[in-house]
């Protein structure tokens, strides 16, 4: 069983930059594959960023592909997810996600086993 708590969310102009992290419970975090995904207002859940268990592999969105980019510190049991250039359009809240045993694309294609709460990341025009 792994808990992913979220932190780093808050409110940031456009063009501006926010960097979230999600620090993981238990002894496991590098044998998972790890991701993130955001939810706006009345939409459906969107794929953002997912990372291999060993970090060699990344995958975006194409909303982001190019301005956020996802890391992962495996001693420090933390993913981080660095967003810059911010849109408006990226105001949601945002969930780290993991698997074990499974890779950064089928993270992307929504095999997860553990959400996080959430973190509120607004971004004002």
């Known amino acids: 069983q792994v808990q992913l708590v979220e932190s780093g969310g808050g409110l940031v102009q456009a063009g501006g930059s926010l960097r979230l992290s999600c620090a993981a419970s238990g002894r496991t975090f590098s044998s998972y594959a790890m991701g993130w995904f955001r939810q706006a207002p009345g939409e459906d859940r969107e794929f953002v960023a997912a990372?291999?268990?060993?970090?060699?592999?990344?995958y975006y969105g194409d909303a982001v592909k190019g301005r956020f980019s996802i890391s992962r510190d495996n001693n420090k049991s933390t993913l981080y997810l660095q967003m810059d250039r911010m849109k408006p359009e990226d105001t949601a809240i945002y969930y780290c996600?993991?698997?074990?045993?499974?890779?950064?694309?089928?993270?992307?294609?929504?095999?997860?086993?553990?959400w996080g709460q959430g973190t509120q990341v607004t971004v004002s025009s």
């Open positions: 996600v993991g698997a074990p045993g499974t890779s950064g694309w089928s993270i992307r294609n929504g095999a997860i086993s553990y």
């Open positions: 990372i291999s268990w060993s970090g060699s592999s990344t």
